[in-house]
């Protein structure tokens, strides 16, 4: 039987293509959204190349969308290889200026949704001494940025939270959990912050904060516009292809960055344990 993978959030970005090179290296792919609305180019993809991919409808922020789509490749294939917690959204805004709903928001979309998805795997994958966790967060997982307080705080809570799991149910149980930490996806982060977080006038930022956030968006879209080397931003393709190495790997480290930038980025954290294999090692003989 086929190795299987359940991605999350694949209407875009590096969800739809790695449903689309999963499918094309070999893999059953249970590609999951939302908003099935959304789900017409990956029809078009799987139509126009054959591909083995069934499209589910999941929910991040709803355990019982979740448990339904798990339950629909359990009752198919008995078992589930890979999650890919990829679902997510960009934010940026100040926090005075964001709004309790917004905050409960970013949190249960970036972080809280990786929780129940893994929640909901986890005992099948523990039964069958056999799985992989693969969870995608942002060198915003490891370092602070200006008006991304919100996101980073959610990424930093998966870098945590896979961090634990990785402590004590990754070897009794032949099971591995990996972070795959991208510099930044193209325009997705950008488009999908203004579009959250603009007030009615358009503005994600007023008042004394502006220039501030100003000089930051400038920033933005100067790496953006740099040669592909010292920019961090990458295509959804890029960024799948370290997803799918990640996969295919006999003993997967707990972090994997996407480019030289993201290297770079977070070299002040990562400089005595790069992959974080170190650092687990460590905490089980500290406490297992």
């Not at 019982?64 to 294939?77: L, N, R």
Request: hydrophobic share 40%.
């Amino acid at each position: 039987m086929k190795q299987n993978i359940l991605i999350t959030g694949t209407s875009t970005g590096v969800g739809f293509e790695s449903a689309i090179l999963f499918a094309k290296n070999g893999y059953k792919v249970y590609a999951t959204m939302r908003n099935l609305k959304k789900a017409g180019p990956l029809k078009e993809a799987i139509d126009g190349e054959d591909l083995a991919i069934e499209i589910l409808e999941l929910d991040v922020t709803d355990y019982g969308s979740i448990e339904k789509a798990v339950k629909t490749v359990i009752d198919k294939d008995g078992k589930i290889d890979i999650l890919l917690n990829n679902a997510g959204a960009g934010f940026a805004k100040t926090l005075e200026q964001t709004s309790l709903e917004e905050i409960d928001w970013v949190t249960d979309v970036n972080y809280t949704g990786v929780v129940r998805t893994t929640k909901a795997v986890l005992p099948f994958m523990r039964e069958a001494r056999a799985g992989r966790v693969i969870n995608i967060t942002s060198v915003g997982g490891l370092v602070g940025q200006p008006f991304n307080e919100l996101y980073c705080g959610a990424k930093f809570a998966v870098e945590g939270f896979t961090e634990a799991l990785a402590t004590y149910a990754a070897k009794p149980f032949n099971l591995h959990f990996s972070i795959v930490e991208p510099g930044g996806i193209a325009t997705e982060f950008m488009n999908s912050a203004i579009s959250k977080t603009s007030n009615e006038k358009g503005e994600m930022v007023s008042g004394e904060y502006t220039p501030i956030f100003n000089k930051y968006v400038t920033g933005a879209q100067s790496r953006a516009s740099d040669d592909k080397e010292s920019s961090p931003y990458q295509t959804g393709k890029e960024v799948a292809e370290v997803v799918l190495k990640v996969a295919q790997s006999e003993n997967p480290p707990l972090r994997t960055r996407t480019s030289k930038w993201a290297d770079n980025m977070t070299a002040y954290k990562t400089e005595a344990d790069s992959d974080g294999t170190k650092l687990i090692d460590q905490v089980i003989e500290y406490f297992l």
